[in-house]
């Protein structure tokens, strides 16, 4: 395993990071301990669940592995999400000041901790001005509830005006960013990776394996069956399947992280990981999974490092669609009357 710092902060965590989404959904409590056990085995030392993740299931068999596991737990860097609706009344979500301390101490008392390492905005809130939001955030900190703060899934401009807005108070500023980012997706890297890269943050992606199909599971015009996600739901995902189904560059992509496996002897999967890890400004990849054997498999990436030629191959076949100004031919032409 392989350590970074947790962006600028001076945190050190794994460069693979447990995503708990699962824990009380796809794995049962049993499975989930399994889980957190195999991670720890193989040197993992950075956790990431959130409150919506089975309406707070998945923080409390969390903090119950927690609590009967105390020395593994004092190394552990604990990160968790507020944001998103944990109940039925009007204020029971957003990044309001009301909402966040009660969904801060809820997520607390679920974990059965005193403070979490790192909290993260799991979403943009339109309706809170973001001074509000940063404003608790710094508060939080100065309090002890929390050690740094991150945001998740937010656009480059809202990166960035929170930021600048932190720095113009004198407030704690923020240290992460977690996108979903994978081979198919890499549409960040137009906007939302250069605003992380500029302010500092470490990069958290999610989905690093896009839903399966990184892994191989897929085959072309052949809808999923049997226990895959999309298969145990007729209608779920159905469009975004036939969407990438559809789309050519899915399949060239496939073809060559298959190869690379198949050339080093290893799976798609440590593959795909081992690829988005060696991005720039990636702190930590979040690896989900629904047993401790596809976890293992998962974190056997960590000690693949590939070749500067198979970085590069994989780079050029998956690079985003710049079709358009102001990224594509017509916007690089621009920039370049303007001497930028």
Known sequence: MQYRTLGTSGTIVSAQCLGTMTFGAEADERASAEMMTTFV?????????????????????????????????????????????MGDGRNDLGLSRRHLREALDASLRRLGVEHIDLYQMHAWDALTPVEETLGFLDEAVAAGKISYYGFSNYLGWQLTKAVHTARAHDWSRPVTLQPQYNLLVRDIEHEVVPAALDAGLGLLPWSPLAGGWLTGKYERDVLPQG?????????????????????????????????????REVTMSQVALAWLAARPGVTSVIIGARTSEQLGDNLRAADLVLTAAELERLTEVSAPRVDDYPYGTAGVAQRHRGGL
């Open 41 to 85: 085995e193989h040197g993992g030392t950075f956790v990431d669940t959130a409150d919506v993740y089975s309406q707070g299931g998945s923080e409390e068999i969390l903090g119950r592995w927690l609590a009967a596991h105390p020395t593994d737990a004092r190394q552990l860097v604990v990160a968790t999400k507020g944001r998103f609706a």
């Open 227 to 263: 226990s895959s996600r999309l298969g145990e739901d007729p209608t779920r995902g159905m469009e975004a399947w036939e969407a990438r189904n559809a789309d050519e560059r899915t399949w060239r992509v496939i073809d060559a992280v298959r190869e690379v496996a198949d050339a």
